[in-house]
């Protein structure tokens, strides 16, 4: 049976908050959105994938769970599956605009499976996401982003990039399970980098290109 590639969508539009200041920009919304991109990418790719919640709403996280779990046992189990889980990061819940900014993925704590599938997106994020580092880097002297932000967040100190947390999703997934936050809905040019066409296509590269080179046998 080959491995299935489970995308899980960001909270649900029953979720408050999780927009940016002035609201156009909905989480839940742009990952469902990259999620059936990505899922178009994947498939094209001959990889087998689907989206864990594709409906608007979410009703729990612990419905969530269950979900990706029932699909992960009708899919040869956990060695057979991994989960991605799309989101966008947030510096502050003050319904203002913050300065900061950066790309990065979590794992739940310690040394697990998910954490080379974690090195395998930093990798290409590192690749697709070249553009906007050069953006963050101009972007500073105007206050845009502030002089200690990195276009890619990473924690060395366990010997890996990944950030870890133990967050629903990855705590409660039977199989590896990777959140990446693609940059921020509270920072006004993360927001435009990323509803822009140029944007979604490096999102939805870095997640193809990280997966491919991970299940690459
Ligand atoms: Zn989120």
Redesign the pocket.
Same mark, same amino acid.
């Given at each position: 049976m080959s491995k299935l590639v489970i995308l899980g969508t +960001? =909270?649900g539009s029953n979720v408050a908050g999780?927009c940016s200041p002035d609201k156009r920009f909905r989480?839940y919304q742009y990952?469902r959105e990259i999620c059936n991109m990505l899922h178009a990418e994947l498939t094209a790719r001959g990889i087998k994938c689907t989206v864990d919640i594709t409906a608007d709403g979410e009703p729990s996280l612990a419905y969530r769970t269950n979900i990706v779990n029932k699909i992960v046992e009708a899919n040869g189990g956990p060695s057979n599956c991994i989960y991605v889980s799309i =989101?966008?990061? +947030?510096a502050g819940s003050d319904g203002k605009w913050h300065n900061a900014g950066g790309w990065c993925a979590f794992t739940t704590v310690g040394t697990t499976k998910a954490d080379a599938l974690a090195e395998c997106l930093y990798e290409s994020a590192r690749v697709c996401l070249a553009p906007y580092a050069d953006i963050m880097e101009r972007e500073k002297k105007h206050g845009t982003y502030s002089p200690a932000q990195r276009p890619f967040r990473i924690d060395k100190t366990d010997g890996d990039c990944d950030l870890e947390a133990n967050f629903w999703v990855l705590r409660k997934t039977t199989c590896p399970a990777v959140?990446t936050?693609n940059l921020f809905q509270d920072n006004t040019r993360d927001v435009a980098f990323l509803t822009s066409d140029e944007g979604k296509a490096a999102i939805v590269k870095l997640h193809a290109d990280g997966i491919t080179k991970y299940l690459a046998p």
């Open positions: +960001a =909270h999780k989480e990952s =989101h966008v990061n +947030a959140l936050e």
